[in-house]
Structure formats: structure tokens, C-alpha cells
């Protein structure tokens, strides 16, 4: 057997685990009971976008492979890196190709997971805020996802609600406070307005223009992904074998040796930790 080690990537997933604005949250009840039918049985309903998940391409592409179509060995899981741009983007901010690459070493086929450092406003986060994590993070323009295909990236990750910048989604229109602070923050650091830099040729790019070439994302990562930022690892991501899936939730890790999760069990023994077990997130430009 390899000598092989997972360090998890994914946040725990409840009932107050925020899904993507207007989704359906996780519902959960008991439909039977230990003491009176002899054992717990539990109803669980949900949209396909609530905790880490896979967006799959039937959610934007009709003529797309479901969750099912996805295969394990060649697609799913592989070798890839996860990049740490915390110290370059903040709220709003649009993040590019060459912040990744002045980081990280990113091959063709890769699969890619970045880590803007907004899983620090998570539920499961000390510093929680939901407004922050879904409608305030960074996301890329149209050349990120250029460089995304001519890369030939298998899947992306993100560590927040969305692989598109919130304010190129129906958010914008949803958070008008937001839009407005989102806004100046263009103008003065883009020298444009939201209008001028994503207009309606680039409506939720990494979506409509990635899921035709078989290039989609998961979002809402975060568990212990601090403890590999800048690292090339193997990763897996693993949903249901979901048939007629648009997406699905999912479990995804990054697979390291012995010695290299031994080393990053030592540094998480000395660090701080969620209620749930993970390490609490870092962001550097985000520091209090």
C-alpha cells in the first residue's frame, strides 16, 4: 500500500452552512428514533450549492457531462497546486494569471485551487460573515480565464462562494450597498466602474465561457488548506456519482506523503482551531 496521507480541504457541512445566495440550505430532521423504531434515521434536503461543492457543466452548459460523466482517475483526481494570493487581493479586488504564476508553478493539466484567503470569513470561522465570504470577495476578469484554457486546467477550486467576482453575477443587482462600495473600489484602483469592466459580454465568465471546455470549479473550499498553500500536491475531489447532477457537493483533499503530513501535523498542533477541528484561516492582507 502507498504511503499516502490526506489533508482535507473541505468546511463541515450543517445546517447553518450558508448556501449560494437564494439556494436551498441544508434542512435536516429525524423521521425515526433510536427508542422507538430501533434505530436513528434521518431526511436530509438541499440544493446542489451549499458547502464545498462541484459546479458541474449541465449548471450552465445544456449539452455538458452530468456529475456522473465525471471520471475519477483522469479528471477528478490529479496532480495540481494550490496557490495562496491572500497577500495580493482583498475585497473586491480582481485577481490575474500572473499573480498565480509569480507564486506557484502551473503545468499544463493541472488542476488549480486558489486561496484568496476569504474562507476566513466561513461559517465554521472564528471571524464569520456571510456577506463578506458570498458577496465581497475577489475574483478574476476574462484573462484569467483565457490563461485558465490556454493552461488546459483540468478543475478549479476556490475558497469562497464563487469562481466569478461577485459583482459579475446577479449579486450585484441582489447587494445594491455592496455594488456601491464595489464601485468606487473599480474606479479608484481599475480607473472603471463595474458597468466598464464587466459588462455583459462577460456575464459570469468562468461559468458560461469554461463549462464548453470541460473546465468547471469547486467552491466553498477551506478545512486545513492553509497547510499547503503554495504547494504542489495530488488532489481529489470526490461528489456522488451523481446521475443527471447539475453539481454536487463534495469532499476534496490534497494528497501529500507521510513525511509531509507528519510535518503539517506538527505545525497544526501549534496552531489555533475551529470548534470543528481545522485550523483557524490566515489571510495576510487581511490581518486585524
Known sequence: ???????????????????????????????????????????????????THLDGEIHFYTPGKDIAALDLNDYLVGPGVVVDLSDAVGDYDIYTSKMVEERVDVKEGDILIIHTGYHRYGWDQPLADEIRYMVQHPGPDREFAEWAKAKKLRWIGVDCGSADHPMNTIIRQWAPRQAREAEAHFQKKYGGGLADIFDDSKYQL?????????????????GDIDLVLNERVTIGCFPWRFVDGESCIARIVAFVDEDRYNEAMKQKANLPRTRFGDIVATCKQLEP
Open 1 to 51: 500500500m502507498l504511503n499516502v496521507r490526506m489533508i482535507d480541504l473541505s468546511i463541515p457541512l450543517g445546517v447553518q452552512t450558508p448556501p449560494w445566495p437564494t439556494y436551498e440550505p441544508i434542512q435536516l430532521k429525524y423521521f425515526k428514533r433510536l427508542a422507538s423504531n430501533g434505530a436513528n434515521g434521518q431526511l436530509v434536503t438541499h440544493s446542489n450549492h451549499v458547502g
Open 206 to 222: 468562468m461559468h458560461l465561457e469554461m463549462f464548453p471546455f470541460h473546465i468547471i470549479h469547486a467552491e466553498c473550499l477551506g
